[in-house]
T-cell receptor, first 109, second 116 residues
Framework: GQNIDQPTEMTATEGAIVQINCTYQ??????LFWYQQHAGEAPTFLSY??LDGLEEKGRFSSFLSRSKGYSYLLLKELQMKDSASYLC??????????WGAGTKLIIKP | IAGITQAPTSQILAAGRRMTLRCTQD?????MYWYRQDLGLGLRLIHY???????GKGEVPDGYSVSRANTDDFPLTLASAVPSQTSVYFC???????????????FGPGTRLTVL
């Protein structure tokens, strides 16, 4: 079966760095997406990785290792507005997105 | 309008009733999707459409139907609602299938549906 695993909840301090991990087992791989979802709102796109390595976009970076079935999202200089759920999703062999349950990130002052 | 709109925002429905959730996008995207999101579970694909005139079944299609008569609209119908269909429903669209060329999905604001 297809499976995406990520931690249910994480807590971090304002101004710090946090890494949210995602491991996956899917039938085929056509890229990995990270989305941010604030409570009561729709998911919004953060990043896309299809090749191994690190993609940096401002305070957010995303890493992919296809051989390990592993990705992480790195958030630097955390701000209170970063409190949200972070969703990992993999595009499978049919270009369908398989979603993880999301990691709820709590930022404390 | 800009982006994706969904209607209604929320709805309480009696079991056995028929209900259509509306979704409209103005980005001329080819692909559209319906997901449900339940606490503790990831987004689950109900139905999708890669282009106007075509539809496909996702992971949890039972009890739901869709149509794609044109590019902009993708309504989701519950023929006879049951309490297990209580959920938040998100419509999404993308230029082409997810991951093809890195095309991201854009989401509507969601419809919160309660079936009693």
């Amino acid at each position: 079966g297809q499976n995406i695993d990520q931690p249910t909840e994480m807590t971090a301090t304002e101004g710090a760095i946090v890494q949210i991990n995602c491991t996956y087992q899917t039938s085929g791989f056509n890229g990995l997406f990270w989305y941010q979802q604030h409570a009561g709102e729709a998911p919004t796109f953060l990043s896309y990785n299809v090749l191994d390595g690190l993609e940096e976009k401002g305070r957010f970076s995303s890493f992919l290792s296809r051989s390990k079935g592993y990705s992480y999202l790195l958030l630097k200089e955390l701000q209170m507005k970063d409190s949200a759920s972070y969703l990992c999703a993999v595009s499978d062999s049919n270009y369908q997105l398989i979603w993880g349950a999301g990691t709820k990130l709590i930022i404390k002052p | 309008i800009a982006g994706i709109t969904q209607a209604p925002t929320s709805q309480i429905l009696a079991a056995g009733r028929r209900m259509t959730l509306r979704c409209t996008q103005d980005m001329r995207h080819n692909a559209m999707y319906w997901y449900r999101q339940d606490l503790g579970l990831g987004l689950r694909l109900i139905h999708y459409s890669n282009t106007a005139g075509t539809t496909g079944k996702g992971e949890v299609p039972d009890g739901y139907s869709v149509s794609r008569a044109n590019t902009d609209d993708f309504p989701l119908t519950l023929a006879s609602a049951v309490p297990s269909q209580t959920s938040v429903y998100f419509c999404a669209s993308s230029d082409s299938e997810a991951g093809r060329g890195g095309n991201e999905q854009f989401f509507g604001p969601g419809t919160r549906l309660t079936v009693l």
